[in-house]
């Protein structure tokens, strides 16, 4: 193929803009890695800690080791949007559509049943519950949003459709759970910078408060 002069000046703008694609947003991503980092930080006051950073600019994983109230560790996982890549950035945006956070918390009080709520429509592929054949389930709505609901016991739902009604924005909520197996708490949602603070005191809080009264005993 023959390079003529208009052909080669694409080539060199589109190369320009990828590279300055490339440095504003990796700029952003760490800015943004660095922000959720000190807020979760502040507001969990972990005893201990340790990162673990995922493949270059797109986030990390947070262990913290807490011992304190009801709380024995707190961990989550970061994975952001490829902001520094103009070609893939498009392509991840319609598979992942946003910026994603796992958080397991793991409490001191023992979790007896099993119960999730998951975001209706949200997941392409619905993800593996073990034993749900042998849990109920229903559609519940909060908020004009519609979830998913599996339990053993009908009271749990109602436990976590009031956890849920906490957040900040109800939608960016995707799927939360109670397993007793590994005793965790499970929250999946999008996060944002302007209401993370206040989600995770909302976490915590509910950790600390309402998981501690232990409802599973009775």
């Known amino acids: ?27 952003l991503n760490l800015t943004i890695m660095d922000y959720y980092l000190r807020t979760i930080e502040k507001v969990v006051k972990p005893k201990d800690k340790d990162y673990v950073w995922i493949g270059g600019y797109v986030g990390f994983r947070a262990f913290y080791k807490v011992n ?11 994975t952001l949007l490829p902001r520094q890549s103009v070609l893939y950035f498009p392509i991840s945006k319609l598979i992942n559509r946003h910026d994603k956070i796992y958080f397991v918390v793991k409490p001191y009080a023992r979790i007896k049943r099993e119960v999730h709520l998951i975001q209706k429509g949200y997941y392409r592929l619905k993800p593996k519950i073990e034993d749900e054949e042998l849990l109920q389930r229903e559609i519940i709505e909060v908020n004009g949003k519609q979830y998913e609901a599996f ?3 009908k009271r749990d739902v109602e436990m976590l459709k009031e956890f849920l009604q906490g957040f900040s924005k109800i939608e960016n ?27 995770v005191k909302h976490i ?15």
């Open 68 to 78: 304190e109230s009801n709380i024995d560790k707190f961990e989550y996982t970061l």
């Open 204 to 218: 915590v809080r509910f950790v600390n408060e309402k998981i501690k009264e232990n409802p599973f005993e009775r």
């Open 173 to 199: 909520v995707k799927h939360i759970s109670l397993t007793p197996k590994t005793n965790v708490l499970y929250v999946f949602m999008k996060p944002e910078v302007e209401t993370i603070e206040q989600d």
């Open 1 to 27: 193929m023959k390079v003529t002069p208009e052909l080669l000046l694409l080539i060199m703008v589109l190369g320009a803009i990828a590279t300055l694609q490339f440095y504003k947003g990796r700029k």
């Open 151 to 153: 339990f053993e016991k």
